[in-house]
Every structure is written in C-alpha cells, then in structure tokens.
C-alpha cells in the first residue's frame, strides 16, 4: 500500500489508524474529512432509493462537523436526495452529481452552468432506456445523469453496458462504470478528484472515503496535494465490498470492512477529536 502521509510527523507502522486520527486532532481546524455516500455511508441496496446511512454514522457526522474545517459528501447522487437522507444534520457540505451540483452547509443548490443545457438531453436517453433495455434493469434519471443498474438481474451486466456505451458515443455523454451499474453523464469537467482537488487546495489535511472506482480519482487528489506539500496529511480510506473492492483497496491506505463498521470507526475518531 501507498505510505501514509504524516508531514514530518511518521507512524511507527506504514498505516496507522490511531495515530493519523491524532495527528488529525492537533490539526482538525485545517482539515477535512470527504464520504461517499453509496456503498461508504450507506450500504448498496438492490433498489437504489431505499438506502439508508449505516447505523451511528449520522451521529458521528453530526459530532465531526463542529470540529472539522469542512465535513463533505461527495457522491453520484444528486444533492436533494442527499439532503432527504441525512436526516436534518446541518454544517455538511453536499456534492451532487460528481460534482454537477453542490450545497454548502444547508445552503441553496448550485448547478454546474454548463451541465443545464444536457437536462432535456438526459431526459430523453432515460425515456429511451426505458422503453430499450430488457425487464430486469432498473433506470436511474438524476436530472444531469442516468444510472443503468443490473444489481437484481445480474446476467443483464454485458448488454446492459453495451447499450450504455453505444448510447454515450452517440449523444457525445461520459461513462462512469461502477458496482453493477453504468453511469451516462453530460461531457463537462466535473468528477470527484476535481471536487477534492479545488477543496483541499488551502486545507492542511483531509480524509477520504469511498468505496468505488470512482472514489480513486478522489484518492489521486488527495495523493497530488500530499506530493506537493510534505505537511499535508492525506489518509485514503476504501470501504470493502466483493464488487470492486479490491481495486480501491489497492489505491488506498486503510480498508474497512463495511459501512456499519465505518459507523464504529467514525466513533472511535470522534474521542481522538472532540
């Protein structure tokens, strides 16, 4: 695994959880801690509107946002749905959509300008993988993307992808492959490793945690502020899965083993920082 970032300070193993979290504690003013939600604060479901946060996740949340520079979600899912699902907590930065949208501590959402004009554009392809693709695959619409899910009829995975694909060449979209699903986005620049990079560009210090492929881009910012700046305390953290949990874990500096032990872990920290 990649050594962890420490600045000048080094752990005595090459990961060391508790020692990070103290680290973190003489620095939490400058610091910030980033989640995905799916799969990372919540455990995946066969139906995608029926996940719910892992339990004492919310509570430690809630105990981290006054300490921390920034708490942030950061997650493919858009951010009113976010907001419905965190149950009220308040001083949680919210990025939608990769990116695509975002609110700051219960603020207004703001949409990415050049993502509105692919509003009408999504619709329709939704319309479309409706009305073309087998019983049996479950089409997401988020307004700027569309998710095609094969998670409850998994033989459907091949063709499934393959008329994702097809479709995205067509209209000009980005693909975002993840845990049994495929993701069609607006071309516009805007991914997690963006996110994180323009967030920590003044911070001393962030956590990440994710769960998917898409969360590597997240890890690679974090890996790039920590390159340019010896002081910077950058931790990876990969949630396992059986999916692609292999992966992230190659790209990160710790690996837990679920949402609900993310719940455990997350308390745990809460002692090192409040």
Request: glycine share 8%.
């Amino acid at each position: 695994m990649p050594p962890l970032n420490l600045g000048n300070q080094q752990p005595p193993t090459p990961l060391d959880a508790e020692h990070a979290w103290r680290t973190t504690a003489e620095r939490a003013a400058d610091t910030v801690l980033f989640f995905d939600f799916d799969g990372t604060l919540a455990p995946v479901d066969d139906d995608p509107t029926a996940v719910r946060p892992a339990p004492k996740v919310l509570a430690a949340l809630e105990a981290l946002a006054p300490v921390m520079q920034r708490v942030a979600i950061v997650s493919a899912r858009p951010v009113d749905f976010l907001r419905d699902h965190l149950g009220g907590l308040t001083g949680i930065d919210l990025y939608g959509l990769y990116g695509l949208e975002h609110s700051h501590s219960g603020g207004a959402t703001v949409t990415e300008p050049a993502a509105l004009p692919w509003v009408p554009t999504m619709a329709k392809l939704a319309d479309l993988a409706r009305a073309e693709l087998p019983p049996g695959a479950l089409v997401e619409f988020k307004r700027l993307s569309v998710a095609l899910h094969w998670r409850t009829a998994q033989q459907l995975g091949p063709a499934v992808e393959q008329w994702g694909r097809a479709q995205a060449e067509r209209l000009g979209l980005r693909v975002q492959a993840g845990r049994m699903v495929l993701e069609l986005k607006p071309p516009v620049d805007r991914d997690k490793g963006l996110v994180i990079g323009e967030v920590v560009r003044d911070a001393g210090g962030a956590w990440y945690f994710g769960d998917d492929v898409s969360d590597i881009k997240a890890f690679a910012a974090l890996r790039a502020r920590s390159a340019a700046d010896p002081g910077f305390l950058g931790v990876c953290v990969a949630v396992a899965n059986p999916e692609t949990g292999r992966e992230v874990a190659e790209a990160a500096d710790l690996t837990i083993d679920s949402p609900a032990a993310l719940g455990d872990f997350l308390t745990r920290a809460v002692h090192h920082l409040t």
